[in-house]
């Protein structure tokens, strides 16, 4: 069964910096693009940013230059690095893992995946 297991959110100052990770485990073969998105309260998920298995990143605008995604393939780890955090950061922090290829016993398969969330908040 495959599983994203998202770590490091919390509260942080005006300022501050904050190390998100996450991990997909499970009987992986590869996963095309892993990537962060992010939703604030009654509103639908927004992109932060993306990393694909070839190297490429993709940013939203208003991430660039403050935050940077990185990633460990052969840990299937995603990493998002987020410096001088706003208040207007604080929201919920979802990992994404498209392309993700799986085998089990008798086949192998493939799908989109998506971790349980983690909370930033930013506040004084």
């Known amino acids: 069964q495959v599983q994203l297991v998202e770590s490091g959110g919390g509260l942080v100052q005006p300022g501050g910096s904050l190390k998100l990770s996450c991990a997909a485990s499970g009987s992986i073969l590869s996963i095309t693009v892993m990537g962060w998105y992010r939703q604030f309260p009654g509103k639908q998920r927004e992109l932060v940013a993306t990393f694909t298995s070839t190297g490429s990143t993709n940013y939203a605008d208003s991430m660039k230059g403050r935050f940077t995604i990185s990633r460990d393939n052969a840990k299937s780890t995603v990493y998002l690095q987020m410096n001088s955090l706003k208040p207007e950061d604080t929201a919920v922090y979802y990992c994404?893992?498209?392309?993700?290829?799986?085998?089990?016993?008798?086949?192998?398969?493939?799908?989109?995946?998506w971790g349980q969330g983690t909370q930033v908040t930013v506040s004084s």
């Open positions: 994404n893992a498209e392309g993700l290829r799986y085998y089990t016993s008798s086949s192998t398969g493939e799908g989109t995946y």
